[in-house]
């Protein structure tokens, strides 16, 4: 993990930074579900002192991804499926209409920028590189919001939907997904949005959201011990 340079930073940044930071590397499986969490150590790997460490904890055990075990310690909290259904059922239906209303906004622009990140992703398949497929993944949906002017909407998600993008990078990163299919769709909403034909593009969108938790069978049977009961 990298430590950080806090010259020029005053403390306020420095916590975001550490709290960002430790979100990702739990988001990436750099601390695994039920691990055992020791501020003093984090202290040593960020090069950070222990202040920014505890409020980033804080914020962590808010966001559900820490939990306090009384006389044991803190640690990183399991993935909650039901959440992360929850998550999904959200995001499902608000992302149905927010697609759908991107058709009366969209630019060619716009569109180009969607296909740029699909070329982007089609790398990433053949580089075998989930990371840069998750986060352009990411990226390719936040632009929807964006261009329906709900950018708002998309950040209020990311709350709702931690325990769905948890279960989301476990299963990009240990399973036989089908990349290709995720882009196959992709490119069709896109070519329904260019065709203005609001209502495919709604049913896809949706159909595509039923994906996030496809093969939670085998992600349970293959890490039982990641998940609560």
């Known amino acids: 993990m990298k430590y950080f340079c806090t010259g020029g930073l005053n403390m306020e940044n420095l916590q975001d930074q550490v709290y960002h930071r430790l979100f990702r590397a739990i988001l990436e499986l750099e601390y695994i579900p039920g691990q055992r ?29 820490l939990v306090v075990v009384p006389q044991s310690g803190t640690y990183v909290s399991k993935i909650d499926l039901h959440a992360a259904l929850d998550g999904r ?63 708002e909407v998309w950040r209020w998600l990311q709350n709702i939907t931690i325990q769905l993008d948890r279960f989301r990078w476990l299963r990009l990163n240990n399973s036989d997904l089908r990349w290709d299919l995720l882009i ?13 034909r609001h209502s495919q593009a709604e049913q896809l969108a949706g159909l595509h959201m039923n994906l996030m938790l496809d093969e939670e069978d085998s992600m349970l049977k293959a890490f039982p011990e990641y998940f609560t009961e």
Do not use: C, W
């Open 89 to 151: 059922f959200v995001r499902e239906n608000i992302e149905k209409i927010v697609v759908r209303e991107s058709i009366n906004n969209i630019t060619a622009e716009n569109l180009k920028e969607q296909h740029r990140i699909l070329t982007d992703q089609s790398d990433a398949v053949r580089g075998a590189n989930p990371k840069d497929f998750f986060y352009l993944d990411n990226q390719f949906h936040q632009n929807f919001y964006k261009y329906d002017d709900k950018s």
């Open 184 to 196: 196959k769709q992709h490119t069709e909403i896109l070519d329904a949005i260019s065709r203005k």
């Open 37 to 65: 969490i020791n501020d003093k150590a984090l202290t040593e790997e960020l090069n950070v002192s222990r202040t920014p460490i505890r409020e980033a904890i804080v914020r962590l055990k808010k966001d559900g991804l």
